[in-house]
């Protein structure tokens, strides 16, 4: 069954340090996706970034990049020089083959403290 | 940019009441999907649509209907709620034609069922 696992349920980090939040993945599909949202405390869910399983390098977007190793199933988002408005949810998620839904983990809280 | 939107941030109904929840998007696209999101549970894909009168189940559909008459509009409909229903429920949506295209999220509907 294809499954999302986030094990890191809450984190506290420095402001300006670099963030590591974990994802990592279950699927025998050859072909997914793997995408990072941010969710603020006002509640929307933001878009960061995207992975396609055939990429062959890591995506990055600003200070998001993922860190994406395939053969441990894992696609981990790094967030460099953490700023206070980086504290939120993130949710990793897998787009399932070519279908256009998402599984979904259970998320990370980050707590950037000043 | 685009824009989601859902009729209530906030609503309190009773159980039994049939509860109707409105979304709606101004870029014509052809996929939208409705969520639950609980605690240590992430996001859990009740309804997804991919074209007027077009719908298929999710994970979770029991105790759940969608309506897609025209293409901005998917609302879900809870025939009997009941307090299990209690939630937060987003509603996103998509551009079909590339798998990557993200999905864009309204500002969430947080459903208090007594």
């Known amino acids: 069954a294809q499954k999302i696992t986030q094990t890191q349920p809450g984190m506290f980090v420095q402001e300006k340090e670099a963030v590591t939040l974990d994802c990592t993945y279950d699927t025998s599909d050859p072909s997914y996706g793997l995408f990072w949202y941010k969710q603020p405390s006002s509640g929307e869910m933001i878009f960061l970034i995207y992975q396609g399983s055939y990429d062959q390098q890591n995506a990055t977007e600003g200070r998001y990049s993922l860190n994406f190793q395939k053969a441990r199933k894992s696609a981990n988002l790094v967030i460099s020089a953490s700023q206070l408005g980086d504290s939120a949810m993130y949710f990793c998620?897998?787009?399932?083959?070519?279908?256009?839904?998402?599984?979904w983990g259970a998320g990370t809280k980050l707590i950037i403290k000043p | 940019d685009v824009k989601v939107t859902q009729s209530s941030r906030y609503l309190v109904k009773r159980t039994g009441e049939k509860v109707f929840l409105e979304c709606v998007q101004d870029?014509?696209?052809?996929?939208m999907f409705w969520y639950r999101q609980d605690p240590g549970l992430g996001l859990r894909l009740i309804y997804f649509s991919y074209d007027v009168k077009m719908k298929e189940k999710g994970d979770i559909p029991e105790g759940y209907s969608v309506s897609r008459e025209k293409k901005e509009r998917f609302s879900l409909i809870l025939e009997s709620a009941s307090t299990n229903q209690t939630s937060m429920y987003l509603c996103?949506?998509?551009?079909?034609?590339?798998?990557?295209?993200?999905?864009?999220f309204g500002p969430g509907t947080r459903l208090t069922v007594l």
């Open positions: 870029m014509d696209h052809e996929n």
């Open positions: 996103a949506s998509s551009f079909p034609g590339l798998v990557e295209n993200e999905q864009f």
């Open positions: 998620a897998m787009r399932r083959g070519s279908n256009y839904q998402l599984i």
